[in-house]
Structures are given as structure tokens and as C-alpha cells.
């Protein structure tokens, strides 16, 4: 059976990285997934991630019970599940972090911080923890929807970041560092290139990762950016899957059909939907998701416009005529036959299936296109049965498209 030889490393490095906060020695910053990490990191934050909270809710299914705790304090049970199963977990006092890694549960912050370039859900999110712990709160605003993100947008951007630092300042009880901010900038470009270096495997007519593996490897490109931990986690895993593809040997050998998945991952049903396509000899080889953490534009000779820049143009960011743009080069760089669209209910950010884009998509590419409703946590919005049926039937739809097509 394949298997990632790297994932008893990645246990080992989220392993120490939750413990990091265990010892209560350094200063704690929450900070948004694609928020200022970099910056945070480099006055000495130990960085925590409430999505990658989230996640784990979601991973683990006790989402499922945590939700309800939120809606009973005001939340809807439409918005974003991450906030509600996170914000209920922590009206529970529940948390699979004590389960799993020994953590009582989140730990207090020092600093709060987040950047709308996601959504405005992160902003009532962050300031419900704000009011909580009584703690400071920055918030960064970058345009949003743009086709391209020019010089007027990316100073503005940068400006929001430089006003970071008085508040880091005095939240950290440390000097701002330039050439510290520049290592760490450095550091996780590295991580970052390297990441893209795992996924691109999966170009590979047997690839060794697809998209439901690399929603778990990429947990240090998200909690760790900006360390020696993630470069060296990536570099090991880059070295494992580039072997496996010299070797031929990858979780599928010869798929019949290649997937591109966009929009979230159904965290509670990550290994059924892996199954299932593996069962029907499809890979989903590519996602918006896991590419959401390549930032090639991370310049540490550059770090205020380069990091600017970057987080202001990640695809979840963009006008759907960008985002367009990119699923195109991504269908064309993993040889795509087939695109599914996961419409979340609780996640309208990231669902593109809702503006006409599958249509629009498959007029330009030819690429046929299935909508799966779903959600990231909320398991109630999720029909198993009948997403099993839809995606069967387009997989065999696309298995005999291959094979009429001359
Ligand atoms: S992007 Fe979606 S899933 Fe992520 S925090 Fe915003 S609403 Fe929630």
C-alpha cells in the first residue's frame, strides 16, 4: 500500500509546534491563515492559527457538536463553520488539541491580527476573541475582487503592515527588527517554493500526492511559515515524492481521469471522498486550496511590497476573471480532464460555482465541470449518498469522454 513516509515527520513537527506553546516562555499572536505571519514572527510571537482550529474541528466531526454552542450566543448557523465550531469549542471548553497534542485548548493571546484578503467573516471571528481575552486587535483591509493587484494597491497594503508595528511592539515588549523581519521573509519563502515543489508533483502521470494528502501535509506552510521547522519538513517531503516519480510510484498508478477540486476541503469526509475516487481510478491531483499557500513572490530584499503583494493577490482575493486565469494554467500545468466545484454553504468566499464560472470555464476550456454542495465542518449541509451518486456519474462520464475523444 502507498504510503507518504513523511507523515510520521509532519506528526513529529505539528507535534512541536503545538507544544511550543505549552511552556507559556514566549508571547502568543492569533493570526488569520493568510494573515501577516512573517511579521508576527519576527518579534519572537509563537503564531496561533484559529482556522487551523477549525479544521481539526472539522477533521475530528466535533464541529458537529460545537456549532450549536455558537448559534445559541447570536451566531448564525449559515456563517463561516470554522467560526461557529471554533467559537463554540471554546464555549464548550472542548478542543481536540487536548486529545491530540496535550493543550488544554487555544492558548491566550497577546496580539490578535487579521487580514480580510479571505473574507469579513475573520474580522467578527477575531474581535469576538478580542472582547474575550481583552486583548489588542489590528485588523489589515486590502482591496478585494481586483484583476490585478498594481503599485497603488500593494503600497497601501504595505502601509497597513508598517502600521503593525508599533502594536507589535509594545504587545511583544520588543524593538522592531528589520533584518530579523528579512530572515524570516526569506525563511518562508523557502517553505513556500518548496511547497510548490510537492504539489507540482502530482503533474506526474503516477502522482505521489493528490489533494486529499496534501490537505494534511500542508500544515506547516500554514502554521509554520517563517521557520527552519516548515523548510526543513518541506524539504523532506519534496525529496520523498520527487523520488517517487523518478521511481513511477505514486497513490494511483495510471489514473483514468484527473481532478481538479476547488473551493474547500469537507474536512469530516476527507477519507471517504479519497476512497471513492481512488475506487473509480480517478486522482484529484490539484486544488485552489493547497496552491492558496504559494507565495513565489516573498522577496526578503523587498518584504514590505513582496509580502503585500503577495497576500493581496491570493486567488480567494481575486475577480473571477483572475481566478479564471489561473484555474486555466493550473488545469493545463496537471493535465486536467474534469473540474468539481465544492459550493459551501458556510463558505461563500470560496465557493466559485455561484457567479456562472463553471459555464463560463467550460465554454473556454472544454473542461466539464460538477457542483457538489457541501460544507467545510457543518456536516449537516453535506448529502453523502447523493454526492456519491453525482461524482460516480460524472467520473464515468469523463472516463467515456477520454476514450470517444479522438
Ligand atoms: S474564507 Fe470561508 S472558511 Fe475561511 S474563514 Fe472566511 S468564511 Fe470561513
Not at 502568543?28 to 482550529?53: D, I, M
Not at 500544515?219 to 520523498?240: F, N
Amino acid at each position: 500500500m502507498y504510503t507518504i513516509q513523511a507523515s510520521a515527520y509532519l506528526k513529529e513537527t505539528m507535534g512541536a509546534y503545538f507544544h511550543s506553546f505549552a511552556n507559556g516562555q514566549n508571547k502568543v499572536a492569533w493570526c488569520t491563515s493568510v494573515g501577516p505571519a512573517e511579521l508576527l514572527r519576527s518579534f519572537g510571537f509563537e503564531v496561533y492559527f484559529p482556522e487551523n482550529h477549525g479544521a481539526l474541528l472539522g477533521a475530528t466531526r466535533t464541529a458537529m457538536d460545537s456549532i450549536p454552542e455558537a448559534v445559541k450566543c447570536g451566531f448564525s448557523g449559515h456563517v463561516c463553520s470554522y467560526t461557529t465550531s471554533d467559537i463554540g469549542a471554546f464555549l464548550q471548553g472542548q478542543s481536540p488539541l487536548r486529545k491530540h497534542y496535550g493543550l488544554e485548548g487555544a492558548p491566550r493571546p497577546d496580539l490578535i491580527v487579521y487580514n480580510t484578503n479571505q473574507c469579513r467573516e475573520v474580522q467578527d471571528w477575531f474581535n469576538f476573541y478580542a472582547r474575550h481575552f481583552q486583548c489588542p486587535v489590528a485588523g489589515i483591509y486590502p482591496p478585494r475582487h481586483l484583476d490585478a493587484v498594481g503599485e497603488a494597491e500593494t503600497s497601501l497594503v504595505a502601509k497597513q503592515f508598517k502600521d503593525l508595528i508599533p502594536i507589535c511592539e509594545q504587545a511583544s515588549g520588543r524593538s522592531f527588527d528589520p533584518d530579523r523581519f528579512r530572515e524570516v521573509v526569506r525563511l518562508s519563502k523557502e517553505a513556500t517554493l518548496l511547497w510548490q515543489q510537492a504539489l507540482r508533483t502530482a503533474a506526474a502521470e503516477n502522482p505521489p500526492i493528490g489533494f486529499f494528502d496534501a490537505t494534511i501535509h500542508m500544515g506547516p506552510i500554514v502554521v509554520l511559515r517563517g521557520t527552519v521547522q516548515a523548510v526543513d519538513y518541506y524539504r523532506r517531503l519534496v525529496g520523498e515524492l520527487e523520488a517517487n516519480v523518478l521511481e513511477g510510484r505514486g497513490f494511483l498508478n495510471e489514473p483514468v481521469t484527473r481532478i481538479f477540486w476547488d473551493g474547500m476541503p469537507i474536512w469530516g469526509k476527507l477519507r471517504m471522498l479519497s476512497d471513492l475516487f481512488i475506487q473509480n481510478r480517478s486522482a484529484v491531483v490539484a486544488s485552489t486550496y493547497c496552491n492558496s499557500w504559494i507565495f513565489d513572490q516573498f522577496d526578503e530584499a523587498d518584504p514590505w511590497t513582496s509580502t503585500a503583494k503577495a497576500y493581496t493577490e491570493i486567488f480567494i482575493n481575486r475577480s473571477e476573471k483572475a481566478k479564471m486565469d489561473m484555474l486555466v494554467q493550473w488545469f493545463e500545468e496537471y493535465s486536467i480532464d474534469g473540474i468539481i466545484y465544492h459550493d459551501s454553504k458556510t463558505c461563500f468566499n470560496n465557493s466559485n460555482a455561484r457567479f456562472g464560472m463553471p459555464q463560463q470555464l467550460r465554454d473556454r476550456t472544454g473542461i466539464p465541470a460538477l457542483v457538489v454542495e457541501g460544507d467545510l465542518c457543518d456536516l449537516r449541509f453535506f448529502s453523502e449518498g447523493q454526492s456519491i451518486t453525482r461524482i460516480e456519474t460524472f467520473l464515468e462520464q469523463l472516463e467515456s469522454r477520454k476514450v470517444t475523444m479522438p
